[in-house]
């Protein structure tokens, strides 16, 4: 069984920066093939996808979070990370990790870690 482990959530005054971090455990687990992806869920609103990486390393991050945030994954760690820089009280949210390897049709999320911008 797979399990992803977030750590990095928490209270930063706006501004400031933080660093996520999602880590893999199971049995023989390796994240190599998976394409991986933080998302995140505000109070009231739906889910949306803040920051991809792929297996081979390409990037791709929300136009609301570009220049600010940067998604790094390190594979021999099996863990996945998003630097958060210049943060807004609009990033305020739960903050998850996926991990994805669709030709296996293999899917993971974390568990969710708070995320709150305020003075």
């Known amino acids: 069984q797979v399990q992803l482990v977030e750590s990095g959530g928490g209270l930063v005054q706006p501004g400031g920066s933080l660093r996520l971090s999602c880590v893999a455990s199971?049995?023989?687990?390796?994240?190599?093939?998976?394409?991986m992806a933080w998302y995140r869920q505000a109070p009231g609103k739906q889910r949306e996808l803040v920051a991809t990486?792929?297996?081979?390393?390409?990037?791709n991050h929300a136009d609301s979070v570009k220049g600010r945030f940067t998604i790094s994954r390190d594979n021999g760690k099996n863990a996945v990370h998003l630097q958060m820089n210049n943060l807004k009280p609009e990033d305020t949210a739960v903050y998850y990790c996926?991990?994805?390897?669709?030709?296996?049709?293999?899917?993971?999320w974390g568990q969710g870690t708070q995320v709150t911008v305020s003075s």
């Open positions: 990486i792929t297996s081979g390393g390409s990037t």
């Open positions: 199971g049995t023989a687990f390796s994240c190599n093939m998976y394409n």
């Open positions: 996926n991990f994805k390897y669709s030709w296996a049709g293999r899917e993971y």
